[in-house]
Protein backbone atom coordinates (compact mmCIF):
# COMPACT_ATOMS: atom_id res chain seq x y z
CA UNK A 1 0.00 0.00 0.00
CA UNK A 2 3.11 2.54 0.92
CA UNK A 3 4.46 1.73 -2.41
CA UNK A 4 0.86 2.28 -4.26
CA UNK A 5 1.05 5.43 -2.70
CA UNK A 6 4.52 6.43 -3.04
CA UNK A 7 3.87 5.55 -7.57
CA UNK A 8 0.70 8.00 -7.45
CA UNK A 9 2.33 10.72 -5.55
CA UNK A 10 5.12 10.34 -8.40
CA UNK A 11 2.53 10.35 -11.00
CA UNK A 12 0.93 13.35 -9.89
CA UNK A 13 3.88 15.48 -9.12
CA UNK A 14 4.98 14.78 -13.02
CA UNK A 15 1.48 15.66 -14.18
CA UNK A 16 2.29 18.92 -12.53
CA UNK A 17 5.20 19.58 -13.64
CA UNK A 18 3.93 18.98 -17.54
CA UNK A 19 1.62 21.20 -16.96
CA UNK A 20 3.76 24.06 -15.51
CA UNK A 21 5.86 23.46 -18.37
CA UNK A 22 3.81 23.83 -20.63
CA UNK A 23 2.11 27.29 -19.02
CA UNK A 24 6.24 28.72 -18.90
CA UNK A 25 6.55 27.47 -23.00
CA UNK A 26 3.00 29.04 -23.56
CA UNK A 27 3.90 32.48 -21.82
CA UNK A 28 7.37 32.57 -23.62
CA UNK A 29 5.57 32.62 -27.17
CA UNK A 30 3.16 35.27 -25.66
CA UNK A 31 0.30 33.31 -25.64
CA UNK A 32 -2.49 34.89 -23.38
CA UNK A 33 -4.30 32.36 -22.25
CA UNK A 34 -1.81 28.91 -22.52
CA UNK A 35 -3.76 25.44 -23.75
CA UNK A 36 -2.38 22.48 -20.99
CA UNK A 37 -2.63 19.31 -23.36
CA UNK A 38 -2.92 16.30 -20.98
CA UNK A 39 -0.60 13.63 -20.91
CA UNK A 40 -1.15 11.01 -23.96
CA UNK A 41 -3.76 13.50 -25.77
CA UNK A 42 -3.22 14.14 -29.16
CA UNK A 43 -4.11 17.66 -30.60
CA UNK A 44 -7.83 18.20 -32.43
CA UNK A 45 -8.04 17.74 -35.94
CA UNK A 46 -9.73 20.94 -36.48
CA UNK A 47 -6.59 23.17 -36.19
CA UNK A 48 -4.88 21.32 -38.53
CA UNK A 49 -7.73 21.57 -41.16
CA UNK A 50 -8.13 25.26 -40.60
CA UNK A 51 -4.07 25.63 -40.89
CA UNK A 52 -4.48 24.17 -44.30
CA UNK A 53 -7.45 25.83 -45.61
CA UNK A 54 -5.93 29.40 -44.61
CA UNK A 55 -2.69 28.20 -46.58
CA UNK A 56 -4.62 27.15 -49.70
CA UNK A 57 -6.45 31.12 -49.31
CA UNK A 58 -3.04 32.49 -49.43
CA UNK A 59 -1.54 30.53 -52.25
CA UNK A 60 -4.86 31.42 -54.41
CA UNK A 61 -4.94 34.89 -53.53
CA UNK A 62 -1.21 35.38 -54.54
CA UNK A 63 -1.79 33.17 -57.87
CA UNK A 64 -4.83 35.99 -58.26
CA UNK A 65 -2.22 38.51 -58.17
CA UNK A 66 0.49 37.18 -60.36
CA UNK A 67 -2.40 36.83 -62.91
CA UNK A 68 -4.09 40.21 -62.99
CA UNK A 69 -0.46 41.79 -62.47
CA UNK A 70 1.57 40.16 -65.05
CA UNK A 71 -0.03 38.07 -66.88
CA UNK A 72 -3.17 40.04 -67.91
CA UNK A 73 -1.82 42.99 -68.75
CA UNK A 74 0.71 41.25 -71.38
CA UNK A 75 -2.27 38.96 -72.82
CA UNK A 76 -3.90 42.74 -73.41
CA UNK A 77 -1.22 44.13 -75.12
CA UNK A 78 0.37 41.25 -77.31
CA UNK A 79 -0.33 42.06 -81.19
CA UNK A 80 -1.86 38.99 -82.57
CA UNK A 81 -0.58 37.45 -86.12
CA UNK A 82 -4.68 37.46 -86.86
CA UNK A 83 -5.17 38.92 -90.62
CA UNK A 84 -7.48 41.91 -91.11
CA UNK A 85 -7.58 42.57 -94.97
CA UNK A 86 -6.51 41.14 -97.81
CA UNK A 87 -5.37 43.01 -100.98
CA UNK A 88 -9.25 43.20 -102.20
CA UNK A 89 -10.37 44.69 -98.57
CA UNK A 90 -7.44 47.10 -97.80
CA UNK A 91 -8.58 50.65 -98.39
CA UNK A 92 -6.48 52.68 -100.70
CA UNK A 93 -3.48 54.42 -98.77
CA UNK A 94 -1.19 57.10 -99.04
CA UNK A 95 1.27 58.66 -96.73
CA UNK A 96 4.03 61.48 -95.85
CA UNK A 97 7.77 60.77 -96.70
CA UNK A 98 7.95 60.75 -92.36
CA UNK A 99 5.25 58.82 -92.04
CA UNK A 100 5.80 56.01 -94.58
CA UNK A 101 7.30 53.58 -92.22
CA UNK A 102 4.37 53.70 -90.01
CA UNK A 103 1.89 52.79 -92.65
CA UNK A 104 4.56 50.02 -94.18
CA UNK A 105 4.42 48.65 -90.33
CA UNK A 106 0.65 48.64 -90.29
CA UNK A 107 0.05 47.09 -93.04
CA UNK A 108 2.41 44.68 -92.68
CA UNK A 109 0.76 43.62 -88.95
CA UNK A 110 -3.01 44.28 -90.70
CA UNK A 111 -2.48 41.80 -94.20
CA UNK A 112 0.88 40.40 -93.16
CA UNK A 113 2.00 41.31 -96.15
CA UNK A 114 4.49 44.39 -96.93
CA UNK A 115 3.02 47.33 -99.13
CA UNK A 116 5.04 46.63 -102.06
CA UNK A 117 3.49 43.08 -101.98
CA UNK A 118 0.39 45.11 -101.49
CA UNK A 119 0.91 47.58 -104.97
CA UNK A 120 1.21 50.03 -102.31
CA UNK A 121 2.81 53.13 -104.05
CA UNK A 122 3.27 56.82 -102.01
CA UNK A 123 2.85 60.09 -102.65
CA UNK A 124 4.23 62.23 -100.26
CA UNK A 125 2.49 64.90 -98.22
CA UNK A 126 1.07 67.57 -101.00
CA UNK A 127 -0.01 65.17 -103.30
CA UNK A 128 -1.66 62.61 -101.00
CA UNK A 129 -3.89 65.78 -100.17
CA UNK A 130 -4.56 66.43 -103.73
CA UNK A 131 -5.66 62.74 -104.43
CA UNK A 132 -7.44 62.06 -101.06
CA UNK A 133 -9.80 65.39 -102.35
CA UNK A 134 -10.15 64.09 -105.91
CA UNK A 135 -11.40 60.75 -104.38
CA UNK A 136 -7.82 58.82 -105.59
CA UNK A 137 -7.05 57.57 -102.70
CA UNK A 138 -9.24 56.84 -99.03
CA UNK A 139 -7.01 57.32 -96.37
CA UNK A 140 -3.22 59.09 -95.55
CA UNK A 141 -1.32 59.60 -92.69
CA UNK A 142 0.25 62.73 -92.77
CA UNK A 143 1.15 66.08 -91.68
CA UNK A 144 -1.67 68.74 -90.83
CA UNK A 145 -3.13 70.09 -93.91
CA UNK A 146 -1.96 73.57 -95.11
CA UNK A 147 -3.94 76.43 -95.53
CA UNK A 148 -3.37 76.11 -98.98
CA UNK A 149 -4.93 72.26 -98.72
CA UNK A 150 -7.90 73.05 -96.86
CA UNK A 151 -8.49 76.14 -98.82
CA UNK A 152 -8.16 73.52 -102.13
CA UNK A 153 -10.70 71.18 -100.21
CA UNK A 154 -13.43 73.64 -99.57
CA UNK A 155 -13.42 74.75 -103.61
CA UNK A 156 -13.82 70.84 -104.22
CA UNK A 157 -16.28 70.87 -102.00
CA UNK A 158 -14.91 68.42 -99.56
CA UNK A 159 -14.41 68.34 -95.78
CA UNK A 160 -11.57 66.86 -94.27
CA UNK A 161 -11.61 64.56 -91.21
CA UNK A 162 -8.33 65.00 -89.65
CA UNK A 163 -7.52 62.33 -86.63
CA UNK A 164 -4.26 62.28 -84.69
CA UNK A 165 -2.38 59.09 -84.87
CA UNK A 166 1.06 59.15 -83.14
CA UNK A 167 2.74 62.15 -81.29
CA UNK A 168 5.62 64.07 -83.04
CA UNK A 169 8.10 66.91 -82.03
CA UNK A 170 8.90 70.00 -84.28
CA UNK A 171 12.44 70.02 -83.81
CA UNK A 172 15.09 72.69 -84.71
CA UNK A 173 19.35 72.11 -85.42
CA UNK A 174 22.06 73.54 -86.02
CA UNK A 175 26.02 71.99 -87.21
CA UNK A 176 27.34 70.18 -84.03
CA UNK A 177 30.13 72.66 -84.39
CA UNK A 178 27.87 75.74 -83.90
CA UNK A 179 28.34 76.92 -80.08
CA UNK A 180 24.17 77.50 -79.36
CA UNK A 181 22.74 74.71 -77.52
CA UNK A 182 19.60 76.19 -76.96
CA UNK A 183 17.10 78.75 -78.28
CA UNK A 184 13.69 80.20 -76.44
CA UNK A 185 10.68 79.85 -78.56
CA UNK A 186 10.34 83.72 -79.12
CA UNK A 187 14.31 83.60 -80.48
CA UNK A 188 13.61 81.06 -82.92
CA UNK A 189 10.37 83.54 -84.14
CA UNK A 190 12.80 85.99 -84.49
CA UNK A 191 15.23 84.26 -86.11
CA UNK A 192 12.79 83.05 -88.81
CA UNK A 193 11.00 86.90 -88.57
CA UNK A 194 14.06 88.16 -89.43
CA UNK A 195 14.20 90.62 -86.33
CA UNK A 196 17.34 88.27 -85.03
CA UNK A 197 20.42 87.60 -87.89
CA UNK A 198 23.43 87.32 -86.17
CA UNK A 199 24.40 84.01 -83.86
CA UNK A 200 26.06 86.53 -81.21
CA UNK A 201 22.89 87.57 -80.35
CA UNK A 202 21.82 84.67 -79.23
CA UNK A 203 25.12 83.23 -77.53
CA UNK A 204 27.20 82.06 -80.32
CA UNK A 205 29.85 83.33 -82.72
CA UNK A 206 29.86 86.43 -84.53
CA UNK A 207 28.27 85.00 -88.22
CA UNK A 208 25.25 85.89 -90.41
CA UNK A 209 22.28 82.96 -89.73
CA UNK A 210 21.37 81.56 -92.73
CA UNK A 211 17.94 80.13 -91.83
CA UNK A 212 16.89 77.08 -94.21
CA UNK A 213 13.34 77.00 -94.96
CA UNK A 214 10.96 74.13 -96.96
CA UNK A 215 9.07 74.41 -100.06
CA UNK A 216 5.39 75.80 -99.06
CA UNK A 217 2.53 73.38 -98.47
CA UNK A 218 5.67 70.83 -97.58
CA UNK A 219 4.79 69.25 -94.27
CA UNK A 220 7.91 70.91 -92.25
CA UNK A 221 7.05 74.36 -93.79
CA UNK A 222 3.39 74.18 -92.69
CA UNK A 223 4.66 72.95 -89.46
CA UNK A 224 6.59 76.02 -89.08
CA UNK A 225 4.19 78.43 -89.83
CA UNK A 226 1.49 76.94 -87.85
CA UNK A 227 3.25 75.73 -84.70
CA UNK A 228 5.94 78.45 -84.18
CA UNK A 229 5.12 81.08 -86.31
CA UNK A 230 1.45 81.30 -86.15
CA UNK A 231 0.68 84.81 -86.95
CA UNK A 232 4.05 86.25 -87.48
CA UNK A 233 5.27 86.83 -90.85
CA UNK A 234 8.47 84.85 -92.20
CA UNK A 235 10.92 86.80 -93.34
CA UNK A 236 12.16 85.94 -97.23
CA UNK A 237 14.53 83.72 -98.40
CA UNK A 238 18.08 85.40 -98.65
CA UNK A 239 20.26 84.24 -101.80
CA UNK A 240 22.15 81.34 -99.87
CA UNK A 241 18.66 79.97 -98.69
CA UNK A 242 16.92 79.86 -101.75
CA UNK A 243 17.68 76.66 -102.74
CA UNK A 244 14.65 74.25 -102.81
CA UNK A 245 15.39 71.65 -99.99
CA UNK A 246 14.18 68.75 -99.64
CA UNK A 247 13.74 66.98 -95.95
CA UNK A 248 17.10 64.83 -96.35
CA UNK A 249 18.38 68.23 -97.92
CA UNK A 250 18.05 70.42 -95.78
CA UNK A 251 19.67 68.24 -93.32
CA UNK A 252 22.76 67.73 -95.51
CA UNK A 253 23.71 71.57 -95.93
CA UNK A 254 23.15 72.24 -92.02
CA UNK A 255 25.46 69.29 -91.02
CA UNK A 256 27.82 69.88 -93.88
CA UNK A 257 30.80 71.99 -92.19
CA UNK A 258 31.27 74.18 -94.89
CA UNK A 259 27.85 75.00 -96.14
CA UNK A 260 25.95 74.53 -92.20
CA UNK A 261 28.34 75.95 -89.83
CA UNK A 262 26.46 78.72 -89.75
CA UNK A 263 23.17 77.34 -90.50
CA UNK A 264 19.83 76.69 -88.85
CA UNK A 265 17.19 74.40 -90.05
CA UNK A 266 13.70 72.39 -89.04
CA UNK A 267 12.07 69.34 -89.64
CA UNK A 268 9.79 66.19 -87.46
CA UNK A 269 12.04 64.68 -85.01
CA UNK A 270 10.90 61.26 -86.49
CA UNK A 271 12.03 61.54 -89.23
CA UNK A 272 15.51 63.81 -88.59
CA UNK A 273 16.57 60.98 -85.85
CA UNK A 274 15.36 57.95 -86.98
CA UNK A 275 14.88 58.09 -90.81
CA UNK A 276 17.79 60.76 -91.95
CA UNK A 277 19.80 60.67 -88.86
CA UNK A 278 23.18 62.40 -89.05
CA UNK A 279 25.72 62.51 -86.45
CA UNK A 280 26.94 66.19 -87.67
CA UNK A 281 23.94 67.58 -86.82
CA UNK A 282 22.94 69.08 -83.23
CA UNK A 283 19.47 69.39 -82.04
CA UNK A 284 18.67 72.23 -80.28
CA UNK A 285 16.55 72.85 -77.13
CA UNK A 286 13.32 74.65 -77.13
CA UNK A 287 13.37 76.82 -73.80
CA UNK A 288 15.91 74.53 -72.21
CA UNK A 289 14.34 71.01 -73.32
CA UNK A 290 16.15 68.97 -75.56
CA UNK A 291 13.54 67.09 -78.32
CA UNK A 292 14.05 63.59 -77.57
CA UNK A 293 11.71 60.36 -77.41
CA UNK A 294 10.98 60.83 -74.04
CA UNK A 295 10.01 64.63 -73.86
CA UNK A 296 7.93 64.44 -76.78
CA UNK A 297 5.99 61.18 -74.87
CA UNK A 298 5.76 63.00 -71.56
CA UNK A 299 4.59 66.21 -73.43
CA UNK A 300 7.75 68.14 -71.95
CA UNK A 301 9.41 69.20 -75.21
CA UNK A 302 7.49 72.91 -76.33
CA UNK A 303 6.84 72.23 -79.85
CA UNK A 304 4.41 69.08 -79.67
CA UNK A 305 2.25 68.03 -82.78
CA UNK A 306 1.44 65.03 -84.26
CA UNK A 307 1.14 62.57 -87.60
CA UNK A 308 -2.47 62.34 -88.28
CA UNK A 309 -4.93 60.27 -90.17
CA UNK A 310 -7.03 61.78 -92.99
CA UNK A 311 -10.41 61.14 -94.68
CA UNK A 312 -13.38 62.82 -96.32
CA UNK A 313 -16.20 63.47 -93.80
CA UNK A 314 -18.49 61.63 -94.26
CA UNK A 315 -16.93 58.60 -95.75
CA UNK A 316 -19.30 55.44 -95.88
CA UNK A 317 -16.82 52.66 -97.07
CA UNK A 318 -17.01 50.14 -93.86
CA UNK A 319 -12.98 49.21 -94.81
CA UNK A 320 -11.98 53.17 -94.70
CA UNK A 321 -13.54 53.05 -91.22
CA UNK A 322 -12.59 50.25 -90.26
CA UNK A 323 -8.76 51.09 -90.66
CA UNK A 324 -8.51 54.23 -88.93
CA UNK A 325 -10.34 52.02 -86.10
CA UNK A 326 -7.74 49.75 -86.40
CA UNK A 327 -4.61 52.28 -85.99
CA UNK A 328 -6.06 53.51 -83.19
CA UNK A 329 -7.04 50.47 -81.54
CA UNK A 330 -4.55 49.02 -78.82
CA UNK A 331 -3.00 46.95 -81.53
CA UNK A 332 -2.45 49.82 -84.25
CA UNK A 333 -0.26 51.99 -81.21
CA UNK A 334 1.58 48.65 -80.67
CA UNK A 335 2.36 48.39 -83.78
CA UNK A 336 3.09 52.28 -84.12
CA UNK A 337 5.05 52.07 -80.84
CA UNK A 338 7.51 48.91 -82.05
CA UNK A 339 7.76 51.22 -85.24
CA UNK A 340 9.67 53.82 -83.01
CA UNK A 341 6.80 56.30 -83.08
CA UNK A 342 5.20 57.86 -80.14
CA UNK A 343 1.60 56.38 -79.13
CA UNK A 344 -1.21 59.21 -78.84
CA UNK A 345 -3.21 56.06 -76.70
Given at each position: ?23 E???K ?12 E??KK????A ?6 L ?22 T ?13 D ?13 LD ?6 KE ?7 T??AY?K ?36 E ?6 N?N ?27 D ?17 G?Y ?17 V ?41 G ?5 P?Y ?10 L ?27 G ?9 V???
Amino acid sequence: MENENNVEQVNETNTETETVMVAESAVKENVSDPVVIPKGEKPKKSGVFAYIIILLLMVLSCAALYYYLIILPKKNNTITDEVIYTKETLPRVDASLATQPLVDAFVLDFTGKTTKEMGIEYSNTDPAYTKLINNETDLIVVTEPSADELKRAEDANVELDVTKVVNEGFVFFVNKNNKVDSLTLEEIRKIYSGEITNWKEVGGDDAEIIAYQRPENSGSQTGLYSLVMKELPVKARTPKEQVTLSMAGIIEYVSDYKNGLDAIGYSYYYYANEMYFNEDLKYLGVNGIKPTYDTIKDETYPILTAYYIVTRKGETNENVIKLKEDMLSRRGQNVATKAGYVPCK
